[in-house]
């Protein structure tokens, strides 16, 4: 139990388009999900907070209107990169509180965004 | 915010070897996790452990959160082991997860 999905694994895109990334709980229902970004070598770095049905709380220096999240189900979080440029390239990360806590996370397997 | 250092930040081992991964955190936490990021980036959950002591075959982890520590012991390492270990806290105030920087674990045969 407590699978989270994204889509896609990798993406490569053009710089000044926009990605749009998908994390879905399979099997349970979150109510709140996480988005996290990896570069090489280095740790996670929380994005922001997603809840379903309202807007998403941004940590401090995550430019909202670049990172466009939307969490319409229980089931489904997306992250839209826009206008996107070689150094937003990096690894995304997604995750969402696990059914029976309300603390413990899982965590999908990431999407590897390349901007060129 | 709250401050979370790993320690070592490298480990080399022999496969058959014993380690300990420690993660020292700054404040109250109502959430640890200890996870094992493979080669291909998936985050595998290890451990949930806000207190106490849990064990999974070759893998226990203990928590002490009175001292703000968390120890992850891996026995036996195998070379499968082998990755980044990252703990990420919880502080009590919120429900936002601080990662460390992570142990690079390699295990050779």
């Known amino acids: 139990g407590a699978v989270v999905s994204q889509h896609p694994s990798w993406v490569i895109c053009k710089s000044g388009t926009s990605v749009k990334i998908e994390c879905r709980s399979l099997?349970?229902?979150?109510?709140?999900m996480f988005w996290y970004r990896q570069f090489p070598k280095q740790s996670l770095m929380l994005m922001a907070t997603?809840?379903?049905?309202?807007?998403?709380?941004?940590e401090q220096g995550v430019e909202k209107d670049k990172f466009l999240i939307n969490h319409a189900s229980l089931t489904l979080s997306t992250l839209t990169v826009t206008s996107a440029h070689p150094e937003d390239s990096s690894f995304y990360i997604c995750?969402?509180?696990?059914?029976?806590?309300?603390?413990?996370?899982?965590f999908g397997p990431g999407t590897r965004l390349t901007v060129t | 915010g709250i401050q979370v250092e790993q320690s070592p930040p490298d480990l080399i081992l022999q496969e058959g070897a014993n380690s300990t991964l420690r993660c020292n955190f700054s404040?109250?936490?109502?959430?640890l996790q200890w996870f094992h990021q493979n080669p291909w980036g998936q985050l595998i959950n290890l451990f949930y452990?806000?207190?106490g002591t849990k064990q999974n075959g070759r893998l226990s982890a203990t928590t002490v959160a009175t001292e703000r520590y968390s120890l992850l012991y891996i026995s036996s390492s195998q070379t499968t082991d082998s990755g980044v270990y990252f703990c990420a806290v919880g502080e009590t105030s919120g429900s936002r997860l601080t990662f460390g920087e992570g142990t690079q674990l390699t295990v050779n045969p």
């Open positions: 997603s809840n379903e049905g309202s807007k998403a709380t941004y």
């Open positions: 995750s969402a509180r696990g059914p029976g806590s309300i603390y413990e996370q899982y």
């Open positions: 099997d349970f229902q979150a109510t709140t």
């Open positions: 404040d109250s936490v109502n959430n």
């Open positions: 452990i806000p207190s």
